[in-house]
């Protein structure tokens, strides 16, 4: 069982930057794949990008690709979200996601979810 816990949302300019966080706890976090998952309102739940659980290998929607940026630190059980360039099209509830294998990248592979955090960027 995994518990997950995101933060560093906010409010942000266009073509500022935020880093999001995803904090675990729960037994053997580290050898859990890590996705990160946004919705914005009237939408549905999309993939933004997704980690192993080395980290060697890393994994991003096209939309996103060369501006958010995904790490983790198992030492920490805490894997990050760095987001550059923001565009108001990222303003959505962003939400951490992990499970023990990467079958595909979508949101129905991932059994353990956090609560989100909001991030707005105003154009």
């Known amino acids: 069982q995994v518990q997950l816990v995101e933060s560093g949302g906010g409010l942000v300019q266009a073509g500022g930057s935020l880093r999001l966080s995803c904090a675990a706890s729960?037994?053997?976090?580290?050898?859990?794949?890590v996705g990160w998952f946004r919705q914005a309102q009237g939408k549905e739940r999309e993939f933004v990008a997704a980690?192993?659980?080395?980290?060697?290998?890393?994994y991003y929607a096209d939309s996103v690709k060369g501006r958010f940026t995904i790490s983790r630190d198992n030492a920490k059980n805490t894997v990050y979200l760095q987001m550059n360039s923001l565009k108001s099209e990222d303003t959505a509830g962003y939400y951490c996601?992990?499970?023990?294998?990467?079958?595909?990248?979508?949101?129905?592979?991932?059994?353990?979810w956090g609560q989100g955090t909001q991030v707005t960027v105003s154009s």
């Open positions: 996601a992990a499970d023990r294998r990467l079958t595909e990248l979508s949101s129905k592979s991932f059994d353990y």
């Open positions: 729960g037994r053997s976090f580290s050898s859990y794949v």
């Open positions: 980690i192993t659980w080395s980290g060697d290998s890393t």
